[in-house]
Every structure is written in structure tokens, then in C-alpha cells.
């Protein structure tokens, strides 16, 4: 029998105030003819790694390597400022909000995870982590590509946030959008 495979990801969850930023964003893009997918509020996360496919009989392994990762580090704090899209703003196919503040320290953080995940199996991602929080979706082809100018032009107050605690996830795909269920939460504890 084929062992259960899981889609799994480190993520950090987001102010509730980031609901009214998304809503407020929306209102810029004319999607007349255009096919954006937004992400249910409740789905909205900053994601620290995208695991991927992930044996049940693993989550044990990686909560516990989460755990002690999560132990060395202490609270680090950023902001939700700017808009952009991924990969240009004539074809864009992720629009986002950026990260500012310590940046640096979040950057340590995730080169740490991954380097205490990549002995199990897990391996860093071979693009450079780009913090951001992903709040739509555009797929192609489609017959209107939306104008994303005065989403990408508009700019609102920075929503200020802490990372204290990160959550392993699973997530599963229907056709209506992901669910998620938490496997793991782990608080970040360190006085240095």
C-alpha cells in the first residue's frame, strides 16, 4: 500500500487588518473579462517554505526539527508595505504585499530552516526566498490580461507585525481553493 503523501509548507500567520489592505487592493483592478483567483482571507499567510509532498510519518521529524530551530531564535518584527506582482506587471500572475523591517533576521531564519530540513529530505528551494504574502492569482492564457498599474501605484499605511510562532501546514487543493489544516505550531523563544 502507497504510504499518504501530504503538501506541505512553514508558514506565519498575518494580522487580521490585512483582510481590509486585500479588499482595498481588489477595488484597483478592473477584472472585467479577467480571471483572478483572490486568496480567501483566511487562506492569507506569510510562507517561510514550501515543502511539497511530504510522507504522514514524517510530520513527527519535522516538528521536532521545527521546534528546535524555532528555540534559537526570538521574535522578529516586519511590516506589510508596498504591493507588486510576480513575474512583470505586463504578464503578472502573482500580485502580492511586500515585507519590510528585519528583513535580515528573517532571511537567518529561513536559511536556518532550511539547512536543519535538508538532512531529512527537505531541501532549500533553489530560487531566492522572497518574502511577500500572495494575495491572487492570475492563470493563463485568458482572453483579457488584467491591468495591474494602479495596483501596483497604490500605497496604504504599513500594517506592523511580529513573528512569534510558525505553523507546519498541509494543504489541500479543491476546486474552490486550498484548505488548510495546522500540524504543528512552534513558538519562538530565544532571548538572544
Known amino acids: 500500500m502507497a504510504e499518504s503523501l501530504l503538501r506541505t509548507f512553514i508558514s506565519v500567520s498575518l494580522p487580521k487588518e490585512i483582510v481590509n489592505i486585500?479588499?482595498?487592493?481588489?477595488?484597483?483592478?478592473?477584472?472585467?473579462?479577467?480571471?483572478?483567483?483572490?486568496?480567501?482571507?483566511?487562506?492569507?499567510?506569510?510562507?517561510?517554505?514550501?515543502?511539497?509532498?511530504?510522507?504522514?510519518?514524517?510530520?513527527?521529524?519535522?516538528?521536532?526539527?521545527?521546534?528546535?530551530?524555532?528555540?534559537?531564535?526570538?521574535?522578529?518584527?516586519?511590516?506589510?508595505?508596498?504591493?507588486?506582482?510576480?513575474?512583470?506587471?505586463?504578464?503578472?500572475?502573482?500580485?502580492?504585499?511586500?515585507?519590510?523591517?528585519?528583513?535580515?533576521?528573517?532571511?537567518?531564519?529561513?536559511?536556518?530552516?532550511?539547512?536543519?530540513?535538508?538532512?531529512?529530505?527537505?531541501?532549500?528551494?533553489?530560487?531566492?526566498?522572497?518574502p511577500h504574502v500572495t494575495l491572487a492569482r492570475i492563470k493563463y492564457p485568458q482572453k483579457h490580461t488584467p491591468d495591474v498599474t494602479q495596483f501596483l501605484n497604490t500605497t496604504f499605511a504599513e500594517l506592523p507585525m511580529k513573528i512569534s510562532r510558525i505553523n507546519l501546514m498541509s494543504s489541500q487543493l479543491f476546486s474552490k481553493g486550498a484548505v488548510y489544516t495546522i500540524l504543528g505550531t512552534h513558538f519562538l523563544v530565544s532571548k538572544a
Not at 505586463?90 to 528573517?106: H, N, P
Open 22 to 130: 486585500k479588499k482595498m487592493l481588489q477595488s484597483t483592478i478592473d477584472s472585467k473579462g479577467a480571471e483572478i483567483k483572490w486568496v480567501r482571507d483566511g487562506n492569507m499567510h506569510l510562507s517561510l517554505k514550501f515543502i511539497g509532498h511530504t510522507p504522514e510519518a514524517s510530520v513527527d521529524d519535522l516538528n521536532t526539527t521545527l521546534k528546535s530551530v524555532t528555540e534559537e531564535f526570538s521574535t522578529i518584527s516586519l511590516s506589510l508595505v508596498g504591493s507588486g506582482c510576480f513575474p512583470r506587471p505586463e504578464r503578472a500572475r502573482t500580485l502580492w504585499v511586500g515585507i519590510a523591517g528585519e528583513l535580515d533576521k528573517l532571511l537567518d531564519f529561513v536559511n536556518t530552516i532550511n539547512a536543519h530540513l535538508d538532512p531529512l529530505g527537505f531541501p532549500a528551494q533553489e530560487r531566492n526566498f522572497i
